[in-house]
């Protein structure tokens, strides 16, 4: 190679720094939204982001870990009834409640995960479920918080949070928008770290990284703790929303479960944006078809299929693939820092003999 | 020549019911490279696989540096200094060309191997590392894969099929490149189909036939036909 060229490693590319700078105005944007948006779409964002923050937590589990979990409403249920016995059983503030939920959710994990991870594939999957099913049936039994048929919170408790209603709309929104913050923030991190590097690499061959030194338990252990702590925050601020819970709701496979996926799998499952534009796409389509009631079904369905036979790695698989775009700045690109003369530098190789590839 | 380093004793191992390697023993010293010959299907990939962990075993039937490692998982065998390039490479598609070098490195043993050394070795792969590893020909995956494998500084390197689908050529720059890798004092064990590749960079071979060791002896006094009896088993 000549000497005219210096390389360094680079994570961001253009596009991603662009997009870091855009996200920033976003946030700053929707952290105002109490000032611009009226009551309906601010409930609906907070929706939105709830469930951009669950279908990313989704993600990590099973795009990068391998860990395709159906039970993870056990958490979101978890965290939920958490708050709810919290608030109402200790006095604890509902603010406080949420990240001692995620606390609760991360330990209760734990357990479940020992427990779970002697499953493999379709039984792993199964596995999950059953687990997400016996806590159903435990909060079914707590009479203090109504049993079978659930309980609302309290009017004191949510006065508390704030004393007007428009404050405590404000207020919900904002705790919204910070998790799902928090929620891509530590994804983000987590996958940049080299911890994310193992990960990527179990997913893409679990042996060779085994004995490259790799503790493939331990690295999905980690995974599956911390998506259950933060996935039981997220359960907790959603019943908060709600006001209501019951174990039908709390532990719903539907809501909880097949949405996420489908929000996943549409999106592009194993990159971080996948999950934010398929929970886009899932809200439009949401938002334009739920009039149609069964019908809205089975176009989410026939969505689902149609991307997974045309795109199998989901909306932005393709848009990448097309594209080479990166917006969060996860994998290294080498970048050339021209010092006098620059092109040809790459030519030298090209003449080399390709040989066939055998696997 | 027996020092103890690695010691395989009596080991046996089953896929399910199927008994793929009997009652196999092998010493490799410290510094030492020994080549596993046989022809296909005789056990050589089940043996590299029993001795980094990839198949379990019963503990006492190898030993590296006197300690029984037949019963650890294949990280734990990994983070003790023993490394393998495997069969077909096993790269990591969705990782850069460093990316995958770095991840060999993520153990953490202290040695001479880095990036810059593994650059030095395989000056092409500077070239190309940020490119996804998948993206480059048969030979310069190979050498992602041992340059991976060296990032882990072992005290002993496991090339299994280390020409295996490799056109003549990138066999030979594999070849040169050896002397660089293992002169350092590294102990190897190096799986081979060419025969006389594998006596040229050896001290010792093993020839395997139907999971049974058939031949061992010194690469520089073992003769020709002695080799193809124990290949071939005539």
Same mark, same amino acid.
């Given at each position: 190679m000549s000497d005219t060229q210096q390389y360094a490693i680079d994570r961001f590319s253009p596009a991603s720094r662009i997009a870091a ?31 951009? /923050? ?17 039970? &993870? ?51 792993? /999957? ?42 405590? +709309? ?22 940049r770290?080299?911890?994310?590097l193992?990960?990527t690499?179990?997913?893409?061959? +679990?042996?060779?990284? &085994? ?61 971080? +944006? ?15 078809? /739920? ?29 990448r693939q097309k594209t080479d775009l990166d917006l969060f700045a996860l994998s290294r690109r080498v970048v050339t820092r021209k010092k006098h003369q620059s092109s040809h530098a790459n030519e030298d190789n090209k003449g080399e003999p390709h040989e066939p590839q055998?696997? | $020549? ?24 092998? =010493? ?13 299907? *005789? ?9 980094? #962990? ?5 503990? *006492? ?8 490692? #037949?019963?650890?998982?294949?990280? =734990?065998?990994?983070?003790? #200094?023993?490394? $393998?390039? %495997?069969?077909?490479r =096993?790269l990591f598609p969705s990782l850069s060309v460093e990316e995958n070098l770095i991840i060999g490195g993520?153990? #953490?043993?202290?040695?001479p191997w880095g990036l810059e050394a593994v650059y030095r070795l395989f000056p092409v792969l500077k070239e190309r590392r940020s490119q996804q590893s998948t993206s480059l020909s048969g030979g310069q995956q190979q050498m992602v894969a041992i340059g991976r494998a060296l990032m882990?500084? %072992? ?11 490799l056109a003549p050529i990138i066999i030979k720059t594999i070849y040169e490149a050896?002397?660089g890798i293992?002169?350092?004092? $590294? ?21 395997? =036939? ?25």
């Amino acid at each position: 190679m000549s000497d005219t060229q210096q390389y360094a490693i680079d994570r961001f590319s253009p596009a991603s720094r662009i997009a870091a700078v855009a996200a920033l105005v976003l946030i700053i944007a929707l952290a105002c939204g109490p000032w611009w948006a009226g009551r309906a779409d601010m409930r609906l964002l907070s929706e939105l982001f709830l469930y951009m /923050a669950l279908a990313s937590l989704w993600n990590l589990l099973a795009g990068y870990a391998g860990l395709v979990s159906v039970g &993870q409403q056990a958490f979101v249920g978890f965290g939920g009834y958490c708050l709810f016995a919290m608030t109402m059983f200790f006095g604890i503030p509902p603010l406080m409640a949420i990240p001692v939920a995620g606390v609760a959710g991360a330990l209760i994990s734990i357990p479940v995960a020992f427990l779970i991870f002697r499953l493999r594939g379709a039984y792993f /999957a199964i596995g999950t479920w059953v687990i997400a099913e016996v806590f159903r049936l435990s909060a079914a039994q707590i009479s203090a918080l109504g049993g079978g048929s659930g309980t609302s919170l309290p009017v004191t408790i949510v006065k508390s949070i704030a004393s007007s209603r428009a404050l405590r +709309e404000a207020a919900s929104y904002w705790m919204a928008l910070a998790i799902l913050v928090v929620v891509l923030a530590i994804v983000c991190l987590l996958l940049r770290s080299r911890r994310g590097l193992a990960l990527t690499a179990i997913r893409d061959n +679990e042996l060779a990284s &085994q004995s490259l030194g790799i503790d493939i338990w331990r690295a999905k252990f980690f995974v599956y703790v911390l998506t259950g702590g933060l996935t039981a925050a997220v359960g907790a601020l959603i019943f908060l929303q709600k006001l209501r819970i019951s174990p039908d709701a709390a532990f719903s496979v539907n809501d909880w479960t097949a949405f996420v996926i489908f929000i996943v799998v549409i999106g592009g499952i194993g990159t971080i +944006e996948g999950p934010i534009v398929g929970t886009i796409i899932f809200f439009l389509l949401r938002e334009t078809l /739920a009039d149609l009631g069964a019908l809205y079904l089975m176009i989410l369905g026939l969505v689902a299929i149609v991307i997974m036979l045309r795109a199998p790695k989901g909306i932005w698989g393709f848009v990448r693939q097309k594209t080479d775009l990166d917006l969060f700045a996860l994998s290294r690109r080498v970048v050339t820092r021209k010092k006098h003369q620059s092109s040809h530098a790459n030519e030298d190789n090209k003449g080399e003999p390709h040989e066939p590839q055998t696997t | $020549m027996s020092d103890g380093f690695l010691e395989i004793d009596a080991l046996s191992s089953y896929y399910g019911d199927f008994q793929a390697l009997f009652d196999v023993s092998m =010493q490799v010293g410290e510094g030492e490279v020994v080549a596993v010959i046989g022809a296909n299907g *005789a056990g050589k990939t089940t043996l590299m696989r029993s001795i980094t #962990g990839l198949l379990s075993n019963e503990a *006492a039937m190898v030993r590296y540096r006197g300690q029984a490692i #037949g019963g650890l998982r294949a990280d =734990q065998i990994a983070t003790l #200094g023993l490394s $393998m390039v %495997p069969e077909g490479r =096993q790269l990591f598609p969705s990782l850069s060309v460093e990316e995958n070098l770095i991840i060999g490195g993520q153990i #953490g043993r202290r040695g001479p191997w880095g990036l810059e050394a593994v650059y030095r070795l395989f000056p092409v792969l500077k070239e190309r590392r940020s490119q996804q590893s998948t993206s480059l020909s048969g030979g310069q995956q190979q050498m992602v894969a041992i340059g991976r494998a060296l990032m882990a500084n %072992p005290d002993l390197l496991l090339f299994d099929e280390i020409s295996l689908g490799l056109a003549p050529i990138i066999i030979k720059t594999i070849y040169e490149a050896l002397p660089g890798i293992i002169g350092g004092g $590294m102990s190897a064990i190096i799986v081979e189909q060419d025969i006389t590749r594998a006596i040229n960079v050896s001290h010792r071979v093993y020839c395997l =036939q139907e999971g049974r060791v058939s031949l061992e002896g010194s690469s520089k006094t073992v003769s020709r036909e002695a080799i193809s009896n124990a290949y071939f088993g005539v």
